[in-house]
Structure formats: structure tokens, C-alpha cells
């Protein structure tokens, strides 16, 4: 079935009747035909009727979890009604540490108490906050609504059980409530009293469909294994190394879009409130230039020395482990395994993508890519040397990289801690980068190069940035009004859930970091859940039966009252490491800083 192009419309406010939940329910496999995978969508609307559906019951039916789909409407209500992170959602979106998320119902879960009744400018953030749902009254044919605005948690929650979307995604803060576009849209001629964004986290997304001319693992479009993976953990540690070393950002979140990529969003005062000018400019500075008839794509073109930016020599420090322990090495193909396979792939190794590792690819991908000048001379002895060689030489895919490299330094006289970057001493003497190195016997400067050396000189830098750095979808770091993917929202295509990231722990190569396999799909989380009240059930009947016993002198243990009904699943890992990593010390800024304003108005007011 080929899917009709999503509807975008305005939110009208009309709701008609309920509708039938046989009609939303997808095929055996859990599969729904969509037209786009985008995480950016499309911005033209068209008014049309909404329809409700109706709030989910607590567990999916016996029958659908049998068939273990991992998505369908009727696990992704159950999501909505018990997982679904509201309060941690809400309150970082306030930005206001006073932001009450404690209402009756507590973002999903146990009912407290709260007659917080705070007003102050900071909790109207979160009011005019642009949320925008994509809807799917029938199978294949989508509804987009933009505009959507909430005074609170409250109404974020009953709008989103109420609407089931199949995707969430968040916009800029305006300067009125969106929910309001049509009251200020166009009513006044002064730009500082119309409707416009005012604020906006500074967005990054990457996505590996953009690496599919790189990818030699099988693996192209949507399809993803452990070894492409790794192109995603190089880039977000290049990406959040750059964005606190070079621009000072301290309150990045990373998060899993729950499929193919990742996304940062970047959430300091001073990102939230730069202008699409700004924006721009920022992401500009992580775009490369890999242009082979200009050999001084990667210098800096500021320095009158010709040395390589001082960003590029970390990113090269930073990628070229990566490069020689994911790109040269073969892949697995024994171990390898697709997100489509959706098994057990918890045993699944990381492979490589086999750079160096067969006849086919040495030659065409790496030492027919030399400059001439290398070519003709290291890469046609390489060749021969590689192709035949001795019985008792069998050199693995890094020791060819090294002789290699090797062999250049040696024919053009490089200093021998080339290719590193950061040993490039300029004119007068100054290294280009703090770091702390070994220096060269000599003062070496790219400026005293001819062109075709100089070619020859930034030819390992340029094929490791080829395979590994970053690749932005650059259009959507540039503009304040640019929707993206919410956190915390379910992918539809594999019912993983859109988890947070720790960028300390992105690496799986030590059995540990960051596994997109081992992230949660719905079908999942519902066994979770169930298994968790099971036992449950079982220790209070436990209780019952050995009312008064001690083991050794002590009480017989209890589960925790958890507050959250994601506490009793996989997720809460996920989210801890959000709350605490990344929320706490956010909060802690928002209370410094009110503190510091209260300390000025009572300065004015000469209350010392």
C-alpha cells in the first residue's frame, strides 16, 4: 500500500466522534505505511475536522503481545496513559525550577498534594511553547497539526491521550501562546508585537542515512547495525566536545530518535536565545569542506601560516581511534544484524567496515584516493607489497594503515608525528593546538608546501573526516522556528522509545555505553510492566502467608512505592541519567539565577 502524503493543518479546536479502535489497528507484523521518516516536518497547512480517540485501557490485550509486534495504537495508549515522562518533559520545558508538575495525576504518577500557585514570567515559557502532533485516523493517511500550546502539564497530557499522535514534535517558545497564531498573526505591523519566536533550544540533528556512501556494513537507508553505529558515537563526541570547548555551552541533551540517528538539543540561556543568524553561524563552524581540487579544504583560511583549525586537529585526535578500529578492520558477517530483525541481537559484535581488508577496497577506496604525487610512487609499491605478500607476513588492516602512513612520512620528508594535526608548528613558532606534544626535530609549517605536497599532507585527515565526522542535517540548527522530534515520543517504525543519551558513556565497544538494540520497544515495556505487577501481586500474598516472619533477625523485604510507572521498567536507567546528568544541574542554574534576581530587587527596593 503506498501511503497518501501527510495532511498539515492548523489545530481547529473541533472535535467530532469518537473513533473505532478496529480501524487503527496496524497488520500482523506492526507495520504502518508512512510517506516520510523525517524528523523535520513539513510546515504548510490546511484546515480540517479532528477526531477523538478514547483514553487507552491500562494493559494491552493478551492477543496483541503474543503476536510481540513492537508497535500498534493500542500499545502506544498504553505508553501515553502509564509511561510517559510528563513531568520531566514539562518541567525541563519551563525552565522554571518552581513549574508545578505535581497535579493530580503527577505526570504519571501516585496523586499528591500541591498548592504551588507561583506566576512569575519564567512558567509563561512553557505556555507559548509550540507542540505539534501527527495523527493517523486511518492507516496510512496522516494528519499534521501545528500550533498546539498547553498552560500545563495537565493539558499537554489530557490533549495527548486524548489525540494519540504518532509523533510529537517541539517548536520555539513565541511570543504569544500558538494556540492564539490567529489573534496576533498579521494584527500588528510592529515586529516586536506580533506573533514571532522568541526563544529556541540551538538543535542539532544527525541522521546515518547521510553516511549511506560510507557505509560498507550492508546496512543503507533506514537499516542499522552495531558497526554503523559507531559512526553516531564519533560524531556526538565531536559534536558535544566542540559545542563546550569552542562555544561554552554547558546543558546539552542528547537523545536517541529511536530509530537511525540522534539529536542535541543545546539548552543554556545564551543558545536558547540566539537568532537565526547566530544559528547559522554556529552550525556553519562544524561544516567541513572535503574538496579534492582544492587542497586547502581543511586549513584555516585566518591564519596567514596555513595551519589547520584548531577544532579540526581535536576532531581528527578524536575520530582517527574511531577510523582505525571501525572503518579499516572487516565487518562480521556472521554476527551482523539489521534494527528490522528486531531478535535478540544483544550478542551481535561490532564489526568494522572493511577499509583495509580486502584487495578490492585497499585499492579502489584508499591508495588509488593518494594524491598523484603518492600515488604513483608509495601507492603503486603498496599495491604490489599488499597484493603478494610474504608467507610470513600477514599484516592486519591497522599495520597497513601504519605502513602506510609510514611510507608518506618518510618519501615527503613529514615530521614524524604526522599525520597528527596537532603537531603543525606555524611560522613564528607558536603550536596550533594547547595540546601538549612530543615536538618534530624541525619547525614544520603546511605554508612552505608546493600544492601537491600539501595535497599529500592533509590526505589522511581528509579520508578519516570522509568516513567519520559529523554529518548535520544542517537546515535544522538554523532557524528558531524549525520543529523536531520530541524526546521521550516512540518511533513507529521499530516502537523504540526516543531515549536520552549520556555522551560519557556513548561507546559500546568495552561492553558497555549506548546500545540502540537494547533500547525498549512498547511491546516491551508492556511485558515490563506486567511482569513487575505479577510479582507484585505475588510478594503481597507472600506477606499474607508469613504475616510476623524474620529472616536472621530482619524484616522480610519490600518493594519501593515508586512514584513513576516508568521506575518499573527499562526506561527508568534511561531517564535517571536525564534527570540527574542533565536536569539537576539545569535546575540548579534556574535557582542561582533566581536567587540573583531576588538579591537585585531587594537591593532596590533597599531591603538589605
Known amino acids: 500500500m503506498t501511503a497518501a502524503s501527510p495532511v498539515a493543518i492548523e489545530d481547529t479546536g473541533m472535535i467530532t466522534e469518537n473513533i473505532d479502535d478496529d480501524k487503527y489497528m496496524t497488520d500482523a507484523d506492526g507495520k504502518i505505511d508512512v510517506p516520510d521518516d523525517s524528523d523535520s516536518p513539513t510546515t504548510s497547512t490546511t484546515d480540517v475536522n479532528l477526531r477523538a480517540t478514547t483514553i487507552c485501557p491500562v494493559t494491552p490485550s493478551k492477543k496483541r503481545r503474543e503476536e510481540d509486534v513492537v508497535f500498534s495504537p493500542e500499545l502506544l495508549k498504553m505508553y501515553y496513559a502509564r509511561l510517559f515522562p ?185 543558545a536558547r536565545n540566539l537568532s537565526d543568524e547566530a544559528r547559522s553561524a554556529v552550525a556553519n563552524y562544524f561544516e567541513i569542506s572535503l574538496n579534492k581540487k582544492n587542497s586547502k579544504g581543511l586549513l584555516d583560511s585566518s591564519n596567514s601560516s596555513g595551519s589547520i583549525h584548531p577544532m579540526l586537529t581535536r576532531s581528527y585526535d578524536v575520530l582517527e581511534p574511531y577510523f582505525c578500529r571501525y572503518v579499516l578492520p572487516s565487518k562480521q558477517d556472521d554476527d551482523h544484524n539489521h534494527d528490522h530483525d528486531y531478535g535478540d541481537s544483544e550478542h551481535s559484535a561490532i564489526g568494522g567496515h572493511g577499509l583495509l581488508a580486502t584487495r578490492d577496497a585497499w585499492e579502489d577506496l584508499v591508495l588509488d584516493s593518494l594524491p598523484f604525487k603518492a600515488r604513483e610512487t608509495v601507492g603503486k609499491n603498496l599495491k604490489k607489497k599488499w597484493s603478494n605478500p610474504r608467507e610470513t607476513e600477514n599484516p592486519t588492516p591497522v599495520q597497513k594503515w601504519q ?158 512505592n515508586l512514584e513513576y510507572d516508568w521506575q518499573k521498567t527499562s526506561l527508568k536507567g534511561y531517564f535517571d541519567v536525564f534527570e540527574k546528568k542533565f536536569l539537576e544541574p539545569l535546575e540548579k542554574v534556574w535557582r542561582r539565577e533566581e536567587r540573583d534576581l531576588a538579591e537585585q530587587q531587594a537591593a532596590v527596593r533597599g531591603e538589605f
Open 403 to 560: 605502513t602506510l602512513l609510514q611510507h608518506l612520512r618518510v618519501k615527503f620528508d613529514f615530521p614524524s608525528s604526522w599525520p597528527s594535526p596537532s603537531s603543525v608548528v606555524a611560522k613564528d613558532g607558536g603550536e596550533t593546538s594547547s595540546k601538549k606534544i612530543k615536538r618534530s626535530k624541525k619547525n614544520f609549517s603546511t605554508s612552505s608546501l608546493d600544492e601537491e605536497t600539501l595535497k599529500v599532507y592533509m590526505w589522511p585527515m581528509e579520508l578519516v573526516f570522509k568516513y567519520t565526522y559529523p554529518r548535520l542535517d544542517i537546515n535544522v540548527s538554523k532557524m528558531q522556528n524549525h520543529l523536531l522530534k520530541s524526546p521521550f515520543c516512540v518511533h513507529p517504525k521499530t516502537g523504540r522509545v526516543c531515549v536520552p543519551i549520556d555522551p560519557n558513556d556513548m561507546d559500546t565497544h568495552s561492553g558497555g555505553g549506548f546500545d540502540p538494540f537494547s533500547v525498549p520497544t512498547l511491546a516491551e515495556l508492556a511485558r515490563e510492566l506486567d511482569e513487575y505487577h505479577k510479582d507484585e501481586n505475588e510478594s503481597k500474598n507472600d506477606d499474607d502467608d508469613d504475616a510476623g516472619w524474620n529472616g536472621e533477625g530482619e524484616n522480610k523485604p519490600k518493594k519501593k
Open 86 to 270: 510528563y513531568s520531566l518533559l514539562c518541567k525541563w520545558l519551563s525552565y522554571d525550577p518552581s513549574f508545578d508538575t505535581n497535579s493530580s495525576s503527577n505526570g504519571n504518577g501516585n496523586a499528591k498534594n500541591n498548592t504551588n500557585t507561583n506566576k512569575n514570567n519564567k512558567k509563561k515559557v512553557f505556555s507559548r511553547r509550540e507542540f505539534s502532533f501527527t495523527l493517523e485516523p486511518v492507516p496510512g493517511e496522516e494528519i499534521y497539526i501545528r500550533y498546539q500550546s498547553f498552560s500545563d502539564l495537565e493539558g499537554l497530557k489530557s490533549a495527548i491521550n486524548r489525540r494519540q499522535p504518532r509523533k510529537i514534535d517541539i517548536g520555539a517558545v513565541f511570543s504569544h501562546p500558538p494556540k492564539d497564531k490567529a489573534a496576533y498573526a498579521g494584527g500588528s505591523s510592529s515586529k516586536n508585537t506580533g506573533f514571532r519566536p522568541v526563544q529556541r533550544e540551538l538543535v542539532f540533528d544527525i541522521d546515518l542515512t547521510d553516511y549511506d556512501d560510507v557505509r560498507r556494513c550492508g546496512c543503507s537507508g533506514a537499516q542499522i547495525c552495531r558497526t554503523c553505529w559507531t559512526f553516531m558515537a564519533a560524531a556526538l563526541k565531536v559534536l558535544d566536545q566542540g559545542l563546550r570547548e569552542d562555544f561554552g555551552f554547558e546543558h546539552i541533551a542528547w537523545f536517541y530518535s529511536g530509530r537511525r540517528g540522534i539529536h542535541a538539543w543545546v539548552c543554556d540561556d545564551e
